[in-house]
């Protein structure tokens, strides 16, 4: 049997830890093995107050810490009884003539860095919270895992306790090996949000080397599809989303009910609660239905109204409090996710009796304008970029046709302006009087979204009873420029009276000449929002 898949024996152990959880049960139960625990500052102190023998570093090493021990573990004392091969002669020899006892078992977590970014520490604080001993003594004992066994989170205490008393007192190769992967990845992990924190310092967006961690929250069923494998990781963000929120009931989400939550909160997150209550449903990270109302329920009837059957299904998103009323009016049909920043206690009432549903409560908003950035992989690398986080006013708009937008359309056009940017590309949104009548995503061709559009909208109107289509007097957003006149022409078509685009192609004049000959107002954005 090699050395490492062999048990090893614990016979010394080194204890440096920031977070003191299980600690002291931790060394009562390797005490009761007669193994020699080593340890520094603080936890030999919480050691030695709860009765259990502990051995400072700075005695084993003959070396006081010093500096605000910022040196303690970095001895050769310390790091040659971790890398130390057992069953190397020089080795031994080099551990003979230098008195280096053999180190069997790490036990280090860091300087809480993380936690001291996320609590808004100024910079000679951060600065001081980047633990160098601790990733040492880390990365040393998993290098020598054929020898030496590695923990660096409390929550691994129990299973090495279970495989010390199932090995007589010693650590299986399977254990260690394990450990010193979990290991390097709390090194990496620690070393990207460095990197990332540093980065965001010195206002370097894209360093020339990009390193960044996840921390697993759990594994998923599947991915998009069941042959699929999936996890989903948290990035340490407090920022209010999806990764923050707390689940109140229902059963687990899936990987397709998260990336539609995410899409549903992040899209509803663009209108302010102190204007108006907003409510967003979502199907397939699409939205089939976004309105504002003087209440929720009446927001949520109003982004209903323009796709129930999509809805059905989907995912819904509210940008204040869910109330009683709105639970009971959503409970009415099936809906696998509600995120919002919170819900009263009628609400979480109504909604207990769908066991399936899932309620998740986000405690805020996610700021729109928050710095931040997105990854997408490729094959060989990945694309980094900000976060639309771009947003147009009615001072930012420029007419171009002959009958300027009224009042009344231009509220229409910020708003269905603000939810394309939430649509795949390419991208039209028909909205009349506050809330979608018709959305058109992902098409190839733009007049195929408006076109498409107009159909669902004739569908929804039917499907109500409405003598004509909802799009009949409303206006409509392109995220992106109409490159021929086709696609506004289609919309005209769909009966609106106003357009918002972007503008800047190079047929702009045609399409302008086609907006007045159609008696429409257009306004341009300068601005466009694709969506891949």
């Known amino acids: 049997m090699s050395p490492n898949e062999r048990p090893v024996t614990v016979r010394r152990a080194l204890i440096s830890v920031s977070d003191k959880s299980g600690l002291v049960d931790l060394g009562q139960a390797l005490a009761g093995r ?6 520094t500052g603080g936890s030999a102190r919480a050691l030695a107050e709860a009765g259990v023998p502990v051995t400072e570093v700075s005695d084993h090493t003959g070396f006081p810490e010093m500096m605000d021990g910022r040196v303690k573990t970095l001895h050769p004392k310390v790091h040659g ?18 008195a280096i006892d053999a180190i069997d078992l790490v036990v280090v977590n860091l300087y809480p860095f993380e936690a ?22 880390i990365r040393s004992a998993a290098k020598n895992h054929a020898f030496v066994t590695v923990v660096v989170e409390p929550e691994d205490y129990a299973e090495l306790l279970a495989d010390l008393e199932s090995n007589q007192g010693a650590v299986s190769g399977q254990l260690r090996r394990r450990l010193a992967a979990k290991a390097y990845a709390r090194t990496g992990a620690y070393d ?53 929120a707390h689940q109140v009931q229902g059963k687990a989400l899936s990987y397709n009910n998260l990336n539609d939550t995410d899409a549903a909160f992040e899209l509803v997150a663009e209108f302010d609660p102190a204007t108006a209550p907003a409510v967003a449903i979502i199907k397939h990270a699409n939205p089939c239905g976004v309105a504002l109302g003087s209440s ?42 509600i995120i ?44 980094l970029q900000n976060r639309d986080s771009g947003q147009i006013s009615a001072d930012d708009l420029k007419v171009v046709t002959k009958r300027a937008p009224s009042e009344a359309e231009l509220t229409d056009l910020l708003f269905a302006f603000r939810i394309a940017k939430h649509v ?4 039209i949104v028909y909205v009349k009087d506050g809330a979608t009548v018709g959305v058109g995503a992902g098409q190839m061709s733009r007049v195929d979204s408006a076109r498409i559009a107009a159909r669902k909208s004739a569908d929804a109107a039917a499907e109500a009873g409405e003598p004509e289509p909802l799009t009949k007097g409303s206006v409509v957003a392109s995220d992106a420029f109409f490159p021929f006149a086709d696609g506004l022409l289609a919309a005209a078509e769909a009966g609106v009276t106003a357009v918002i685009q972007p503008g800047g192609s190079m047929r702009d004049d045609e399409v302008i000449q086609a907006a007045d000959e159609a008696g429409l107002a257009m306004v341009l954005t300068g601005m466009r929002h694709f969506r891949h």
């Not at 007669?34 to 340890?39: A, F, M, P, Q, Y």
């Not at 091969?85 to 003539?97: P, S």
């Not at 951060?126 to 601790?134: F, L, Q, R, V």
């Not at 407090?238 to 990764?243: I, L, M």
């Open 34 to 39: 007669d193994v020699e625990i080593l340890s």
């Open 81 to 98: 009884g971790i890398l130390a091969l057992r069953e190397d002669e020089g080795h031994r020899e080099a551990m003979a003539e230098h």
């Open 116 to 137: 001291t970014v996320a609590g808004g520490a100024d910079f000679t604080t951060c600065i001081e919270n980047i633990d160098i001993g601790g990733p040492a003594m």
């Open 192 to 244: 990207a949000a460095i990197s990332s924190w540093f980065a965001a310092q010195t206002g370097d967006n894209f360093p020339e080397r990009l390193v960044f961690a996840g921390e697993r929250r759990e594994i998923l069923r599947y991915g998009e599809n069941p042959h699929q494998e999936a996890a989903f990781y948290g990035s340490g963000s407090a920022r209010p989303g999806v990764a923050t």
């Open 296 to 337: 929720y329920v009446e927001a949520y009837q109003k982004a209903l109204k323009c796709d129930p059957v999509s809805a059905f299904g989907g995912v819904i998103a509210i940008n204040g409090t869910l109330d009683g009323e709105t639970a009971t009016a959503i409970s009415e049909i099936f809906t696998e996710v």
């Open 340 to 383: 919002a920043p919170d819900a009263n206690e009628d609400a979480q009432r109504i909604l207990a009796a769908k066991k399936n549903l899932r309620l998740l409560l986000a405690g805020g908003l996610p700021e729109v304008g928050a710095a931040g950035l997105t990854v997408r992989q490729l094959a060989g690398g990945f694309l």
């Open 424 to 427: 795949k590309s390419n991208a």
